[in-house]
């Protein structure tokens, strides 16, 4: 069985980034990224659909450490899988990823104070690796089944019907209609994207979602870059623009209502007065209790303009063999149908976890600052915002992760768990994230663990809070605790080697990072 300090799962954004940070502050440890799919990347590889792209700008969505480069801030799928590639490449990476390898089942033994790890290869086989410590970065939904709703009648209907996820790479849909049922960011990233080819494309929606647009290069980005050095033009872009999703994420809270109308002021002026805002673009909720969709240099009202598109909002009565009978009466004619209906959401990969032979249920966990569970050791998920780019958060997880382990090197300590005092066993339970409506998230969060009524209890949801709560607060809180449990039960003389190591006398030893 080969033995590593580190292992990561998934070989996506978060992944390769918790690769950079370890070799950078952890240069000793040796890991290995075990990887479900054939390539790195993630979400990036996996996505396909036309148009696909980021809906946050790429100088939060990328990683603190490097630089983006490319002009375009909302940045399309390719370039960004690009980033992701050039990035392993150059911190050399790869070499360290096993491909078609998913994690099946993941076993803390504390006699040995180490993981095993049970995984499934993807041409059917099986294997076990085992580490001191765990790092999941294996992203939030599931990369094979997308939520995808039935509707009475779609047995029936005669052309191609399928979620975006699954996008058939040979699909012809020049001088076709298109329908995409949805109104979320995929929705609204397809629809002017296919225009160009579509005899005609329909957004239909249940309900509205609030829409902002903005220009898909930054200003202030370029004109930094003309005058300072490229890191730190970067990192004052990156400031910059944090400090700005803080600030409307905050007005959202206290002032739902003045933001509601600064949002749909700027959809009229982009739609004309004789466009339905009414109906089409104004949500029954508030800016920000669900996610805000980025229609980068106006894209999507640019296509209803010009009538290549439309947005059609009602409910859908029975899809019939050529479209969709709609609950008004109305009928929509399709060729095609997308179902951008959303993800389906996955906690931990919905891997089972065991402790000493004792199967955890994370529901009935505990969040230690939004990345570890209570009673569950060397263990850290890397979950990022809901309203903020991902990688903010996937960076200070893997910051966070090096800490750990330089501190455990330091003291002689071969586990850390966050451990409930007697003052935290009243706390109020909250749901591991609040004031959050998305359909995807509350259609798993009793799934969730639950965060807590205080610190370090607590999935924050705020950068800024965060920074202080993980990267400047100390280790021994009081709460994360630090001890060798193989002087208990001794097991200490029997520490696998720092080396990577492999019952296959044919296979090289995995070289330190």
């Given at each position: 069985m080969e033995s590593f300090d580190v292992v990561i799962v998934g070989a996506g954004l978060s992944g390769i980034g918790a690769a950079v940070h370890l070799q950078k502050n952890c240069p000793s440890k040796t890991y290995a990224i075990v990887e479900a799919r054939s390539a790195l990347g993630g979400t990036w590889d996996l996505f396909r659909y036309p148009g696909i792209r980021s809906d946050s700008d790429m100088h939060t969505l990328g990683y603190d450490f490097k630089p983006w480069r490319a002009q375009k801030a909302i940045a399309d799928g390719p370039s960004i899988l690009s980033y992701v590639n050039e990035t392993a490449d150059e911190h050399d990476v790869r070499r360290h990823i096993r491909f078609h390898r998913r994690l099946r089942k993941a076993s803390w033994s504390s006699a040995q104070a180490r993981w095993t790890l049970?995984?499934?290869?993807?041409?059917?086989?099986?294997?076990?690796?085992?580490?001191?410590?765990?790092?999941?970065?294996?992203?939030?939904?599931?990369?094979?089944?997308?939520?995808?709703?039935?509707?009475?009648?779609?047995?029936?209907?005669?052309?191609?019907?399928?979620?975006?996820?699954?996008?058939?790479?040979?699909?012809?849909?020049?001088?076709?209609?298109?329908?995409?049922?949805?109104?979320?960011?995929?929705?609204?990233?397809?629809?002017?994207?296919?225009?160009?080819?579509?005899?005609h494309v329909t957004m239909l929606q249940r309900s509205p979602t609030y829409v902002v647009s903005r220009p898909d290069e930054d200003a202030i980005a370029k004109f930094l870059r003309k005058f300072l050095p490229e890191r730190l033009a970067y990192k004052l872009t990156r400031a910059k623009n944090v400090e700005l999703q803080r600030r409307?994420?905050?007005?959202?809270?206290?002032?739902?209502?003045?933001?509601?109308?600064?949002?749909?002021?700027?959809?009229?002026?982009?739609?004309?007065?004789?466009?339905?805002?009414?109906?089409?673009?104004?949500?029954?909720?508030?800016?920000?209790?669900?996610?805000?969709?980025?229609?980068?240099?106006?894209?999507?009202?640019?296509?209803?303009?010009?009538?290549?598109?439309?947005?059609?909002?009602?409910?859908?009565?029975?899809?019939?063999?050529?479209?969709?009978?709609?609950?008004?009466?109305?009928?929509?004619?399709?060729?095609?149908?997308?179902?951008?209906?959303?993800?389906?959401?996955?906690?931990?990969?919905?891997?089972?976890?065991?402790?000493?032979?004792?199967?955890?249920?994370?529901?009935?966990?505990?969040?230690?600052?939004?990345?570890?569970?209570?009673?569950?050791?060397?263990?850290?998920?890397?979950?990022?915002?809901?309203?903020?780019?991902?990688?903010?958060?996937?960076?200070?997880?893997?910051?966070?992760?090096?800490?750990?382990?330089?501190?455990?090197?330091?003291?002689?300590?071969?586990?850390?768990?966050?451990?409930?005092?007697?003052?935290?066993?009243?706390?109020?339970?909250?749901?591991?994230?609040?004031?959050?409506?998305?359909?995807?998230?509350?259609?798993?969060?009793?799934?969730?663990?639950?965060?807590?009524?205080?610190?370090?209890?607590?999935?924050?949801q705020n950068f800024s809070r965060d920074k202080k709560l993980v990267r400047k607060s100390p280790l021994e809180d009081g709460v994360l605790t630090f001890d060798d449990p193989r002087v208990a039960s001794g097991e200490k003389g029997s520490e696998p080697s720092s080396r990577a190591t492999s019952s296959a006398e044919t296979e090289t030893e995995q070289p330190h990072v």
């Open positions: 049970e995984l499934e290869h993807g041409d059917g086989g099986s294997s076990a690796i085992s580490c001191s410590f765990l790092s999941m970065c294996s992203g939030y939904y599931d990369f094979k089944n997308p939520h995808r709703p039935h509707f009475d009648g779609e047995e029936s209907f005669e052309g191609p019907f399928f979620h975006p996820q699954l996008w058939p790479e040979d699909l012809e849909y020049d001088g076709k209609r298109v329908v995409v049922i949805g109104s979320g960011a995929t929705a609204m990233t397809i629809v002017p994207a296919i225009t160009d080819r579509a005899q409307l994420y905050e007005r959202t809270r206290v002032a739902p209502e003045k933001v509601k109308t600064f949002l749909l002021d700027r959809v009229r002026d982009a739609l004309g007065p004789d466009y339905d805002v009414e109906k089409h673009f104004t949500p029954r909720y508030d800016p920000w209790d669900q996610r805000l969709c980025l229609v980068p240099n106006g894209d999507l009202f640019e296509a209803i303009k010009s009538g290549r598109a439309s947005v059609v909002t009602d409910g859908i009565e029975r899809i019939t063999p050529n479209g969709i009978l709609l609950r008004s009466g109305e009928k929509l004619e399709a060729d095609i149908i997308v179902v951008a209906t959303g993800l389906r959401m996955k906690f931990l990969d919905g891997v089972p976890f065991e402790v000493d032979g004792e199967e955890v249920c994370f529901p009935e966990t505990w969040t230690y600052k939004g990345m570890m569970y209570s009673d569950v050791p060397n263990l850290v998920q890397t979950f990022g915002y809901v309203n903020a780019s991902w990688t903010l958060r996937a960076d200070l997880n893997a910051e966070f992760v090096c800490r750990l382990l330089n501190h455990m090197d330091q003291t002689g300590t071969h586990r850390c768990t966050p451990r409930l005092r007697p003052e935290d066993r009243d706390m109020q339970k909250r749901l591991w994230i609040e004031d959050f409506s998305a359909g995807y998230m509350r259609r798993v969060l009793e799934d969730f663990p639950r965060q807590g009524d205080r610190e370090p209890w607590v999935n924050t």
